[in-house]
């Protein structure tokens, strides 16, 4: 079983696999797997060696069946089966291996269901103390730690940025920064150009979020220089009031691809109450 993400258009095994597949994935690009995903449909196929689209990641393959695991938002991911021997599989063996992908494609979206409607119960309990401590605490660093303690029961989080801008100067000032729990001092209400504030610049200037899986791999908008330890994911928004950049807000992680279109959502419906208060 693999699953698919249709973000990156990529095929990873499950955690449950064991064979010669990247544990990393591939491209939903390649190989059978790839085209049962494409096209939706189940591939059968009697000679592997015949095929275009056949990646060897074990020699003793001769014949292969995979079926996709379709849900209501597209393709959940794929059941693949292998055999040493050529002609191995029938229609009977296809129809079998559709009917199991289907139960785990009920159950699938049954438990996307639970889980988007605890999300969301989250999400707005998290929505209604952000506005709770935006009109009830009064010093800028309660309201700044209320809000990190939040957010650290929200999203994956081991460093977080809070800046301001001021528009007349064009300068951004670094009002709260953690690191693996800890206040970074050193950073705190340091001020510097917008035109040196690396990602936190770009939002400002652009006024855009932005959400990167690995930010060491991907074509950064601006060159980012590393504070403190190096993060790999990174996810961040603008805070706008009233039309005007007043600063921005980041979490990053030492993980790969922890933030999700969902997770962006919420950091940007938080972003908006928290521009608020610092308008």
Same mark, same amino acid.
């Given at each position: ?9 990529? $095929? ?30 189940? *591939? ?10 056949? $990646? ?52 699938? *979206? ?23 401590? $935006? ?6 660093? &309660? ?7 939040? %957010?650290?029961? %929200? ?48 939002? $400002? ?42 600063? &921005? ?31």
């Amino acid at each position: 079983i693999s699953r698919y993400d249709a973000e990156r258009h990529w $095929i990873y095994p499950h955690s449950s696999y064991h064979g010669s597949f990247p544990k990393e994935g591939n491209s939903a690009d390649r190989g059978i797997t790839g085209r049962a995903i494409r096209t939706g449909r189940h *591939q059968l196929v009697d000679d592997v060696s015949a095929d275009a689209d056949y $990646i060897c990641w074990r020699e003793s393959t001769r014949s292969e069946i995979t079926v996709p695991i379709k849900i209501d938002s597209g393709i959940f991911g794929v059941i693949n089966v292998e055999s040493d021997k050529g002609s191995h599989f029938s229609q009977q063996d296809v129809d079998l291996l559709t009917a199991i992908a289907n139960q785990m494609a009920v159950a699938v *979206q049954k438990i996307n269901l639970q889980a988007d409607k605890e999300s969301r119960t989250r999400e707005l309990s998290a929505i209604y103390e952000t506005s709770l401590a $935006i009109t009830s605490i009064l010093e800028p660093e &309660a309201l700044y730690e209320k809000l990190y303690q939040q %957010l650290s029961g %929200l999203f994956p989080l081991d460093a977080f940025i809070l800046a301001t801008y001021d528009p007349d100067d064009e300068t951004i000032a670094f009002v709260y920064v953690m690191e693996e729990g800890k206040p970074m001092a050193e950073l705190i209400n340091k001020r510097f150009p917008k035109s040196e504030g690396g990602l936190i610049g770009w939002m $400002i200037e652009k006024r855009k979020p932005i959400r990167l899986r690995n930010i060491h791999k991907e074509d950064l908008p601006v060159k980012s220089p590393q504070i403190g330890k190096p993060v790999c994911s990174w996810l961040g928004t603008p805070l706008v009031m009233k039309g005007k950049v007043v600063g &921005a807000i980041s979490v990053q992680c030492f993980r790969e691809g922890v933030y999700s279109e969902q997770d962006q959502r919420l950091l940007e419906s938080l972003a908006a109450q928290l521009a608020v208060a610092l308008e």
